[in-house]
């Protein structure tokens, strides 16, 4: 069964960078997409990102475009997403899931694994 593991979330200033890694393990990394989802208090899980399996497809939300960047090593099964330019809207807990029937997640809905989310606090 496909585990995900999230790590790299923290507290950041305005303007800042995180990078999120999303470690998969019990499959064969070359075969699902992921998705970056993100929560906030109170509000729903938006899709924030997605890639498929081989990496040659990326999404971004309009929120997003140009400030994060979504990529992923198969040779060590993980998908990375580089968030540049951090405002506090961007708080929120982040999640990654794998979708193995499609590949391409954008609705949270669709995915087949989730991990245990990572938290993001942008404030100063």
């Known amino acids: 069964q496909l585990q995900l593991v999230e790590s790299g979330g923290g507290l950041v200033q305005p303007g800042g960078s995180l990078r999120l890694s999303c470690a998969a393990s019990?499959?064969?990394?070359?075969?699902?997409?992921i998705g970056w989802f993100r929560q906030a208090p109170g509000k729903e899980r938006e899709g924030v990102s997605c890639?498929?399996?081989?990496?040659?497809?990326?999404d971004y939300a309009d929120s997003v475009k140009g400030r994060f960047t979504i990529s992923r090593d198969n040779a060590v099964n993980t998908v990375y997403l580089q968030m540049n330019s951090l405002q506090p809207e961007d708080t929120a807990v982040y999640y990654c899931?794998?979708?193995?029937?499609?590949?391409?997640?954008?609705?949270?809905?669709?995915?087949?694994?989730w991990g245990q989310g990572t938290q993001v606090t942008v404030s100063s």
């Open positions: 899931a794998a979708d193995t029937s499609q590949d391409r997640l954008w609705l949270a809905q669709d995915a087949d694994y």
């Open positions: 019990g499959f064969t990394a070359d075969y699902y997409a």
């Open positions: 890639i498929s399996s081989s990496g040659g497809s990326t």
